[in-house]
């Protein structure tokens, strides 16, 4: 079973000019044609982007029967947070609190999927999608959290899951955490290892690799990239990350 998956900070859809332009993020989504999309920063009812409810509009425009949204960040007017873009059919899912102490609200958005397997059978596999905080004290403590959660402590090593988003890891200090620790493969590498990760932010002139894509349980990673489109360097300020998956 081929996988595509991508993840990607939106930034509300609100570009490097300043401009709240959707069309331009549906336009880069579309052109990825992800299995399953992964977004943080995501509005829902807030007067910059409308009052809309952009995981629905975005679901809507690129025909995906499927979505999920945490909401993490409440505004004076509407709340943003993640939302998870699923072609598969969407079995469970929970927001998960990874917010410390007084800083900013964080989230990671859990979702389990049925992707069809072999034979017409399915297969579960869990999905968790997040966007850490800032200061580094705050992200090892959030990556306990989420390990630390029932949904993720009941997954054997060998059941398939993915861990991606907004990692805001500039020192590349949490990958070994995933990868060592947990044993995790990452796929938003130019090689294996995490010290060569796609760099994606600022997205017109990158310097850090905050986003990734982690996978095991048996997923085998068939290539990973990031967005290469011109229209990506001022549509958010990040650039989305895509990987190619065998399960």
């Keep these: 079973m081929k996988l595509r998956v991508l993840t990607y900070n939106i930034h509300r859809a609100i570009g490097i000019d300043r401009l709240f332009r959707l069309e331009r993020i549906a336009k880069i989504l579309a052109h990825h044609d992800a299995d399953i999309i992964l ?9 910059r982007s409308g ?5 629905r509009e975005l679901a809507w425009q690129l ?3 499927h979505y999920a949204l945490g909401l993490n960040v409440h505004l004076r007017t509407g709340m943003y947070g993640n939302a998870t873009l699923s072609r598969f059919p969407i079995l469970k899912q929970r927001n998960i609190d990874l917010t410390i102490g007084p800083r900013k609200a964080r989230g990671c958005l859990y979702t389990l999927l049925s992707v ?32 630390h959660t029932p949904e993720f402590r009941l997954l054997d ?5 993915i861990v991606a988003g907004d990692f805001n890891d500039w020192q590349k200090r949490l990958a070994p955490m995933l990868t060592e620790i947990l044993d995790f493969d990452c796929a938003t590498n130019h090689q294996w290892g995490y010290q060569n990760a796609f760099l994606t932010y600022p997205a017109f002139s ?24 011109r229209s990506s360097r001022m549509a958010s300020d990040h650039l ?8």
């Design 240 to 247: 989305p990350v895509i990987a190619d998956l065998i399960i």
């Design 116 to 147: 069809p397997f072999k034979s017409g059978l399915s297969l579960d596999l869990a999905v968790f999608n997040l966007h850490l905080g800032i200061s580094f004290k705050e992200r090892p403590p959030q990556i306990g959290r989420l390990v």
């Design 63 to 65: 025909r995906y029967r």
């Design 39 to 47: 977004l943080q920063e995501v509005d829902v009812g807030v007067p």
């Design 157 to 161: 090593a060998k059941d398939p899951c």
């Design 206 to 229: 990158p310097t850090g690799g905050l986003d990734k894509i982690f996978c095991r349980g048996g997923i085998r990673i068939e290539g990973g990239r990031r967005c290469r489109l």
């Design 51 to 55: 009052k809309l409810d952009l995981a």
